[in-house]
């Protein structure tokens, strides 16, 4: 099935758990119901192998199959966003099994290599382009230390349609913009809470973990904020925001945990996280979920 991906690069990028039997073993087949309930409530593009799906963490053949799954479990529902990442033969062999999964487009996740340098990632983006057969590339921006020029050098390979934006700095966002091809969708890469304000300097769309467990909110906030409704979006996000402050605590090691513990309180128990993101909650922690969990019906 055709989908419109700039349309789906504009709306909700929904960031997957990855799920864990009793053995540690992924076990894809528990994202059935989380995933109905994302679509069905309006999420535009589930994502699979995202950080929230504890990217990092997975094999490179664990991260072949959630991909392959995920997409035979969308069924054509929706776009599939697909990430790919770490040394380039596994980024490219990842790409390769997106392609052949039906997935849609690649979010390319910026490379942590602590050598890694602005001409270097422009390779490793076109090689992975390649790999994948030509498939649309989200690229997945943590750092933007690169400068506006690194960033239209990547934003210049073909194929790319949409940037996500993960950094705390609108005014650079901003400047990428305006040094960028216009037809580029700049995703709001910091889930709700960020996106009124990078939605402020031209950014569309938004990635989120809130999805998994309060799929309806997300796409409320999208809504307000497709029209412009600031003052409604950032109520909205006023009620969801304790569920992102737990997530960022410990240096964001918190992240997926948070997102595990609200789906194992809802009867959906995904798994512990691996390290080394935190597991499980501390008791403070928990009770923030727990009061966040209650006051908002989620439970």
């Known amino acids: 099935m055709n989908h419109d991906l700039d349309a789906a690069l504009a709306g909700i990028s929904g960031i ?12 894809p087949g528990k994202l059935a119901p989380i995933l109905d309930r994302a679509l069905a409530a309006g999420v535009h593009m589930p ?17 072949c199959t959630m991909v392959q799954e995920v997409s035979a479990m969308v069924a054509g529902r929706a776009p599939v966003l697909a990430g790919v990442g770490r040394g380039i033969r596994d980024a490219c062999r990842l790409a390769e ?12 996740h910026q490379p942590p290599d602590p050598f890694v ?3 270097g990632t422009v390779d490793y983006v076109r090689a992975v382009s390649k790999a994948s057969g030509g498939l649309p590339i989200m690229l997945y921006l943590r750092n933007d230390a690169i400068g506006t020029d690194g960033i239209k050098a990547l934003c210049d390979i073909d194929g790319v349609k949409g940037v996500k934006w993960a950094t705390p700095n609108p005014l650079k966002l901003a400047a990428a913009i305006a040094a960028c091809d216009p037809g580029i969708t700049w995703v709001g ?14 950014a569309r769309g938004f990635t989120s973990g809130l999805i998994n467990v309060w799929p309806e909110r997300s796409v409320a906030i999208h809504a307000a904020l497709a029209t412009g409704d600031y003052p409604q979006a950032n109520r ?5 925001r304790a569920f992102e402050d737990i997530r960022a605590e410990e ?10 513990a609200a789906l194992l309180a809802q009867g959906l128990d995904c798994g512990p996280t691996r390290p080394p993101s935190a597991w499980p909650l501390t008791p403070a922690q928990q009770g923030k979920l727990d009061t966040f969990m209650a006051a908002n019906g989620l439970v």
Do not use: C, H, Q
């Open 16 to 27: 997957l758990v990855t799920p864990y039997d009793a053995e540690g073993e992924i076990a």
């Open 47 to 63: 994502v699979v192998n995202g950080n929230t799906g504890e990217f990092y963490a997975l094999t490179t053949d664990e991260a």
């Open 97 to 108: 099994a997106s392609a052949a999964a039906g997935a849609s487009a690649l979010m390319i």
């Open 117 to 119: 340098s602005p001409r």
């Open 189 to 202: 890469g910091l889930a709700e809470v960020w996106a009124p304000p990078l939605y402020a300097v031209g």
């Open 236 to 240: 909205l996000i006023e009620d969801m």
């Open 251 to 260: 240096l964001n090691g918190t992240n997926v945990t948070g997102v595990k």
